[in-house]
Structures are given as structure tokens and as C-alpha cells.
């Protein structure tokens, strides 16, 4: 018996020697978008659990089974709310909560998107070369306040919902497709250079539309661009979400494929009065991710789901008028 022992222990030892060292647990980001947080908590807004007790509103989030916080910031936005400082304040919430963290670069004073990618007052009158070396200051000056808090974002994105570039007209991708990949170049750099761990990601809306996303990413490739993740917006109609996953799916396998990248969905969102959709259309959502092939799929993440009472005219919020958490939010249990 002591013999059958020794050979068992020593099996166990060898298992351990043969197994990779940098090996790492898969981690699945399920979290939300709480950019409007501070502002929201200055106003008044509170925050319920599930129970209708008050709380921290990123508690909650991660009582409800989230372990990812994404902000948003703005370069010198009017008011205060999403720059550098509101940013690095809520960082610090995150971390104390054991939250991991995705900082999410818009290269503006307020909101870009598809629609609109205006650049920063005090950069108006930039030439091509100043706006890239501006970019590049910018994102090193904002993460570097972050590492002096002891915070180093898991992931970073180098502008928002770019369908068509960012900082127009110079960075517009359809004219300028190669200035624009000097702009994901510059930014790239200043991430890799404040916190090399973290992955740079490239992210654009409809993650649905193939020809879109094959477009872009051809694009950048063309002109050398350098990033880790393809990241995705979904938003679609409570009645054709199964539909868009479908497509969306298809999408990701195709730019894992093409690429070789990960892919991530960092925005998604349904109106708050379609709450068992939105329930079905995540649930579904995290179930296909976390199917792809070699655990390219990083994660879903909510877009401002704390946002009630219609809270600045956005209804696709996941907190009822109440405060609580809706139904939909049980697709990250």
C-alpha cells in the first residue's frame, strides 16, 4: 500500500511538471457600460437591488453575476462628467469591488458614434501628424493616472463605434483609411507603453453586418494597423434577435478566421419594457461567444444598464422605473 502510494504521488508530480506554467483560466467578461454613474449619483438617482434594497449601484452589478466595468472617457468634456478625473474615480470603485476594467477612448469632448466623430475643441486646427501625437498623449496621460491608482485596464479601446474612422475629416476611414490606421497606431502604442498586459480593441457597431466589418478590417490591415480585439455593438429589435445573433455569430467566426483576433461585444442593450427578450437575446448572446473556437470570445457587456426613468431620454436601460434590476439582467448569473 505505502508503495502504491509513492507512485501515485509521483504521478501527480509529473502531471504537475508537464502542465503548462503560463497556463491561465478562461475569463468571460459579463459587465456594463457605467459612464454616466457619477453624474447620475450628483442628480439624486438611486440605486436597488433585486430585494428593493438601496445600495452602491456596482455592487448590485456584480451581485447580479458581472465582474467587468467599462468607462467611457472624453477629452475635455463641458462639464466634467467622463473625463479624466470622473474616469479615474470610478475606476477606483471598480477595482475596490474586484471588478476588472475596460477604458473605452473616444478622442472627443462628448459623445462619437457612427453618426458623429468630432474632434476635440483644442485639437480643431491640428494637422494629421499633431492629431495622432495628440491621440498618443492623450491615452498615455489618462492610463498613466490610472497605473499611479495601481489600476491597469484589462482592455482598452482606441475610439468608439469607429464605422467610419474617428477625428473627421482626417481620420475618416473612407477617405482616409490609412491616416485612420495611423490613429489606431498611435493609440495602440500609448497603451503597449503604459500597460503592456492590456489588449487594444478596435470597435465598430452592427456586429451583425459582415461586409461592414470585412471592409474595416481589411482596411486597417492593408495599412499595417495594430490591435488585439475586434470589438462589436449589438442593439437589435426585440423581435429579431435571434435573427441578428445568428448573423452576429457568423461575423465573429468570420473575423477570427480572417484576422486571427478576439472578439468581443462591449455594447448591447434592449428597451427596458422588453425585459424577457433582452433576457433571451443575452443569454443566447454569452452562449455563442463562449462556443467559439479557442476561446476567442471574450465577453458581452451591457450598455448603461443602471439608466431609469428614462434617465437623459435613453430607454434601454435594464433597471425599472423603480430602481431595481430588471429580468434582463439575469442573463449574467
Excluded at 55 to 76: A, F, Y
Excluded at 235 to 254: F, G, H, I, S, T
Aim: with cysteine; proline share 4%.
Amino acid at each position: 500500500m505505502h508503495r502504491k502510494f509513492i507512485v501515485f504521488a509521483l504521478a501527480l508530480c509529473l502531471f504537475a511538471c508537464l502542465k503548462p506554467s503560463g497556463a491561465q483560466e478562461y475569463f468571460f467578461a459579463k459587465g456594463a457600460d457605467i459612464g454616466w454613474l457619477s453624474e447620475m449619483e450628483a442628480a439624486g438617482i438611486t440605486f436597488k437591488d433585486p430585494s428593493g434594497k438601496k445600495g452602491d449601484c456596482i455592487s448590485i452589478l456584480k451581485g447580479l453575476g458581472m465582474n467587468t466595468i467599462r468607462l467611457r472617457v472624453w477629452v475635455d468634456p463641458a462639464n466634467g462628467w467622463s473625463g479624466e478625473a470622473d474616469v479615474v474615480k470610478l475606476a477606483m470603485r471598480a477595482k475596490d469591488q474586484g471588478m476588472r476594467l475596460m477604458i473605452n477612448f473616444h478622442y472627443s469632448d462628448w459623445w462619437a458614434d457612427p453618426g458623429k466623430q468630432n474632434k476635440p475643441a483644442a485639437w480643431k486646427n491640428m494637422s494629421v501628424a499633431q492629431l495622432t501625437a495628440a491621440i498618443h498623449d492623450h491615452t498615455k496621460k489618462v492610463l498613466t493616472a490610472l497605473k499611479d491608482k495601481g489600476i491597469s485596464p484589462e482592455w482598452v479601446q482606441v475610439g468608439n463605434e469607429t464605422n467610419d474612422g474617428m477625428l473627421w475629416e482626417e481620420g475618416r476611414a473612407s477617405k482616409h483609411m490609412d491616416q485612420f490606421a495611423a490613429m489606431v497606431n498611435a493609440g495602440y502604442a500609448a497603451v503597449k507603453l503604459v500597460s503592456p498586459a492590456s489588449k487594444v480593441i478596435v470597435h465598430i457597431s452592427n456586429g451583425y453586418n459582415n461586409e461592414m466589418f470585412r471592409w474595416m478590417f481589411d482596411g486597417l490591415t492593408a495599412h499595417g494597423a495594430k490591435y488585439d480585439v475586434i470589438g462589436m455593438s449589438l442593439y437589435p429589435e426585440p423581435e429579431k434577435w435571434r435573427e441578428k445573433n445568428a448573423q452576429c455569430l457568423a461575423n465573429m467566426k468570420d473575423m477570427i478566421a480572417r484576422y486571427n483576433k478576439e472578439v468581443m461585444i462591449c455594447e448591447v442593450g434592449m428597451p427596458t419594457d422588453q425585459a424577457e427578450a433582452c433576457k433571451l437575446f443575452i443569454t443566447d448572446l454569452i452562449s455563442k461567444l463562449r462556443s467559439l473556437p479557442d476561446r476567442k470570445g471574450l465577453g458581452v457587456l451591457y450598455w448603461e444598464p443602471q439608466a431609469h426613468n428614462n434617465w437623459k431620454g435613453y430607454k434601454l436601460g435594464a433597471f425599472d422605473d423603480s430602481g431595481k434590476p430588471t429580468m434582463a439582467l439575469d442573463a449574467f448569473r
